[in-house]
């Protein structure tokens, strides 16, 4: 069965650069979300989409955007990059049938240097 | 305050034998969701079980069941005959709020560690 997509899957940036982390849900889920992992902790909510619209926002930095296009993939565009921003970034999706489930990526791991 | 709480940091398990992962949360709403969610070493989250708060009889997934214990707002959950791709890292999530907010809480987490 298909699963969530994301890429890349490993990315190493500088300090003050920019990275975008790409999402693309299971085929004919609407919603996607975002969670942050960093080392040794539970991932934490940072923003959803639902049918292309933000439908929640969690404890995400100013610095971060993101938005879901037309054919429901993701975007998590980060500037001006900072050290406590390596982390492993899960992007997950569900259904607009079920949205109680959701189901994840394998992440992007983001390390700034 | 702390959504999720899962007290065990780590546990070791004998291979073929069931292992019980605690779970408590707090919430005052009354229509809520928890998962429990499986991470491997290599990082993936994988989806595991789901308990809806109205949901009268405990979830059950092969070798996954959910030990749901309402009034004491706790939600264990039971991996019965251990396998050594067992080992992980297992979080407890929660779901809470209105018909329009579904992102998860997670709890700290428990590292299993199988034994052959």
């Known amino acids: 069965a298909a699963g969530v997509i994301q890429s890349p899957r490993h990315l190493i940036k500088e300090k003050r650069e920019t990275a975008t982390l790409k999402c693309y849900p299971i085929?004919?889920?609407?919603?996607v979300y975002w969670y942050q992992q960093g080392p040794g902790q539970d991932p934490q909510f940072l923003i959803s989409f639902y049918e292309k619209m933000q439908s929640d926002k969690g404890s995400i930095p100013d610095r971060f955007s993101a938005q879901q296009f037309s054919d429901y993939h993701s975007e998590l565009n980060m500037s001006s990059l900072e050290l406590g921003d390596s982390a492993l970034y899960f992007c997950?999706?569900?259904?607009?049938?079920?949205?109680?489930?959701?189901?994840f990526g394998p992440g992007t791991r983001l390390l700034v240097l | 305050a702390q959504k999720i709480t899962q007290t065990q940091p780590g546990m070791f398990v004998q291979e073929k034998e069931a292992v019980t992962l605690d779970c408590t949360y707090d919430?005052?709403?009354?229509?809520?969701?928890l998962f429990w969610y499986k991470q491997p070493s290599s990082g993936e989250m994988i989806f595991l079980i789901y308990q809806g708060s109205y949901d009268e009889q405990n979830a059950t997934e092969g070798r996954y069941s959910l030990n749901f214990q309402k009034a004491r707002k706790s939600a264990n959950l039971v991996i019965s005959a251990s396998q050594l791709g067992d080992s992980a890292m297992y979080f407890c999530a929660m779901r809470e709020g209105g018909s329009n907010d579904y992102k998860l809480s997670f709890g700290a987490g428990t590292t299993v560690t199988v034994r052959a």
């Open positions: 085929p004919r889920h609407d919603t």
């Open positions: 997950a999706s569900s259904p607009s049938g079920n949205r109680e489930t959701q189901y």
């Open positions: 919430t005052s709403d009354q229509s809520y969701g």
